[in-house]
T-cell receptor, first 117, second 116 residues
């Protein structure tokens, strides 16, 4: 079974703090993703990575950065947390597309509910 | 840029009723389509997916979806719902660029409540 784990289920931080959200996958997936989930807005892609030290911006990267030093680990960083970053953060991973598959299923972690006061 | 529209944000049905959740996407090229489900307190998990071939795809728990290219639609169906189907349902699309490294574009979700 694919397992995507996230370091915390719940996190409370103060405005201006630097926040690290960690994600680890155990299936040797090349791709890793960070989304945020908000009621009525669905999931929105923040950043993704298809290889170690590689990163690409998603739809809403402002206020976030990421780090991928090892294949299995993908970190989301809020340099200076703000109240509008209060949200559920979901990490996902997948294999890179192959010769015969244009896309592969993403597997999601349990999420981290971040509250910024 | 691709976008996904889910027609109903909240749906309430009685057990044994038939279900159809609408999903339309806006991308003219090759697409990969997904329905994900999130049961209360649980991970987001894949219900079914369409990559190519038969446009009628079957997923887990009796769900199916039909890809209609001319209508840019990928509606989710189930002939008889159960109380345990209460969940949030998300339609998602990825433009089939061949790289497969980019993320999914999700709809805003449909909150389905099944009344016993």
């Amino acid at each position: 079974d694919v397992k995507v784990t996230q370091s915390s289920r719940y996190l409370v931080k103060r405005t201006g703090e630097k926040v690290f959200l960690e994600c680890v996958q155990d299936m040797d997936h090349e791709n890793m993703f960070w989304y945020r989930q908000d009621p009525g807005l669905g999931l929105r892609l923040i950043y993704f990575s298809y290889d170690v030290k590689m990163k690409e911006k998603g739809d809403i990267p402002e206020g976030y950065s990421v780090s991928r030093e090892k294949k299995e680990r993908f970190s989301l960083i809020l340099e200076s947390a703000s109240t509008n970053q209060t949200s559920m953060y979901l990490c996902a991973s997948s294999f890179l597309a192959g010769t015969y598959t244009s896309y592969n299923e993403q597997f999601f972690g349990p999420g981290t509910r971040l509250t910024v006061l | 840029a691709q976008s996904v529209s889910q027609h109903n944000h909240h749906v309430i049905l009685s057990e044994a009723a038939s279900l159809e959740l609408g999903c339309n996407y806006s991308y003219g090229g090759t697409v990969n389509l997904f329905w994900y489900v999130q049961y209360p307190g649980q991970h987001l998990q894949l219900l079914l997916k369409y990559f190519s071939g038969d446009p009628l795809v079957k997923g887990i728990k009796g769900f199916e979806a039909e890809f209609i290219k001319s209508k840019f639609s990928f509606n989710l169906r189930k002939p008889s719902v159960q109380w345990s189907d209460t969940a949030e349902y998300f339609c998602a699309v990825n433009a089939g660029s061949g790289g497969g490294a980019d993320g999914l574009t999700f709809g805003k979700g449909t909150h389905l409540i099944i009344q016993p």
